[in-house]
């Protein structure tokens, strides 16, 4: 059974924007809503943007809360993307929950596969 998922509030998307980039410190950090160290990060450049993209998704492994954001591809940020190997289609049936695909994302953390590497 999947466990509940609902969204980071405004002032906790603002607190997970405070202190070190997760491009530089791509560890777990403290959750603004349940105080755990469990939240968690995941980037991709999605090959069908029109502008160089990042799509990010963070979210708490302990409470559930979860946030997406869209923003320009730093020039030069090189990353490792343990995803990029799937196919279109695959990825596709990957995304089609989001439920899931953060479920599977928290079982590449647990795996130690994330989090990514990042350079500049």
């Not at 998704?57 to 940020?77: D, I, M, N, Q, S």
């Not at 990825?91 to 590497?117: A, C």
Request: net charge negative.
């Amino acid at each position: 059974m999947t466990a509940e998922w609902g969204s980071f509030t405004g002032d906790q998307v603002a607190a997970l924007a405070q202190g070190e980039s997760f491009f530089l410190a791509p560890a777990e950090r403290e959750c603004p809503a349940c105080g755990k160290r469990s939240v968690r990060a995941y980037v991709t450049a999605p090959d069908n943007a029109r502008r160089p993209t990042l799509v990010s998704y963070v979210w708490c492994a302990a409470c559930h809360r979860f946030v997406g954001t869209r923003a320009k591809h730093p020039e030069g940020l090189i990353f490792s993307d343990p995803l990029a190997s799937l196919s279109v289609a695959e990825r596709r049936e990957l995304e089609r929950s989001l439920v899931g695909f953060l479920e599977h994302l928290n079982t590449l953390w647990d795996d130690g596969v994330l989090p990514q590497t990042f350079t500049a």
